[in-house]
């Protein structure tokens, strides 16, 4: 079986036409790469205009704030991914003079690019003989191939490295990659793959041993760690203001806003709350908890992220005895109808989409 010809030859007649497919230019290739990470192609769609549009060239991106990018990616998650984006793109003309690095080593040392974006960007506008090693294709190699080493294991990713590496056509590397992720996406999926109409299933290893559903073997999952957000949504009827902070710390949708957070080892109840405040030193009969919106699950790969939100009512005149004995140092007022022009993470945005501030503040 000549397996480099009969994926690429499906791939003309299969691929989906995809708007990053008719470039070369590897600005927009590198776009569409770091947006499609862990993101399902019809909701990175919008986002790729969307960074197109406001930034069409490497030079635009690198001149934006970091909270006009972040903004612009808001809803997509995985935040770390569009903090590197910008810093990669002020690389980009610092050390290359604007010019998209045009070899696999440099293109490797561009911030959240890692081996299988540099192989695809500079296999793709390239045509550099670099295997792109995803998820897809991990599960279409070790079918077809038998590979039962574990995928997640070293040598498991070594052995489809290898067959990869033997296969690629060297004077067509991005189409044979991006056959072999888009056979993976359409064709072998994860679950339910179409092998009685496949163009492998003479040769599939997997199909001819009856253990698809059992490739490609994986060592175990990441532990997932349960995390408790008490968020205070502090609303001033006088001003029709309310108060967020920016996240500094190295952690999840860092440099994203969000309401001053308690984060707590258990759930957090009214009662404990008042206490909290009552022993925080402010008086507590100067801030009343009005109503408390709980039970928002938000999954993200190793965290799970229980979360609370505590709507309490505050004088401007006491809010910053508040902030203080609290110890929110950087939370700072905002007016309820402002809050559209700050970057978000999801769990805030589904928050203000569900709760209106402005009828707790009436
Ligand atoms: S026969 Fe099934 S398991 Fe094998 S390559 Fe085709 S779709 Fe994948």
């Known amino acids: 079986m000549n397996f480099g010809e009969k994926i690429t030859g499906w791939y003309h007649i299969h691929k989906r036409d995809l708007p990053w497919r008719k470039t070369s230019d590897p600005y927009l290739i590198w776009l569409s790469e770091i947006i499609l990470q862990q993101t399902r192609i019809e909701q990175g769609m919008d986002y790729y205009f969307k960074f197109k549009n406001a930034f069409p060239v490497v030079h635009k991106l690198a001149m934006a704030s970091e909270d006009q990018v972040l903004k612009l990616w808001q809803g997509l998650g995985y935040y770390t991914r569009a903090r590197n984006l910008h810093k990669a793109a002020k690389q980009i003309v610092e050390l290359h003079n604007g010019v998209f690095p045009n070899n696999y080593k440099d293109v490797l040392q561009l911030p959240g690019v890692g081996p299988y974006t540099a192989a695809a960007i500079t296999s793709i506008a390239f045509g550099e003989p670099y295997p792109v090693v995803d998820g897809n294709v991990m599960r ?198 402002n809050i559209d022009q700050y970057g978000i993470s999801r769990l805030t945005d589904r928050y203000l989409k569900e709760n209106k501030l402005n009828e707790a503040s009436t």
Request: glycine share 4%; hydrophobic share 35%.
């Open 140 to 337: 279409v190699i070790s079918r077809i191939f038998g590979i039962e080493t574990a995928i997640d294991s070293t040598d498991g990713n070594k052995e489809i490295t290898t067959l990869m590496n033997k296969w690629i056509d060297k004077n067509d590397p991005g189409t044979f990659n991006q056959a072999v992720m888009e056979f993976g996406a359409l064709y072998c999926k994860p679950a339910n793959p179409e092998c009685s109409a496949c163009l492998f299933k003479e040769d599939c290893y997997a199909y001819k041993n009856k253990i698809v559903n059992e490739l490609p073997r994986k060592n175990g999952k990441v532990k997932t760690k349960k995390r408790y957000f008490n968020y205070l949504v502090i609303i001033s009827k006088e001003t029709n203001e309310t108060w967020l902070q920016k996240r500094t710390e190295k952690d999840i949708w860092q440099n994203l806003y969000e309401f001053p957070l308690l984060e707590s080892h258990n759930t957090m109840s009214e009662e404990l709350l008042q206490k909290k405040i009552d022993q925080s030193g402010f008086n507590g009969q100067q801030v009343k908890i009005q109503k408390t919106v709980h039970d928002y699950k938000h999954i993200l790969t190793h965290q799970h992220i229980y979360a609370r939100f505590f709507v309490l009512w505050l004088t401007p005149h006491h809010s910053d005895a508040f902030m203080k004995a609290m110890g929110f140092k950087s939370a700072f007022t905002v007016k309820i109808q």
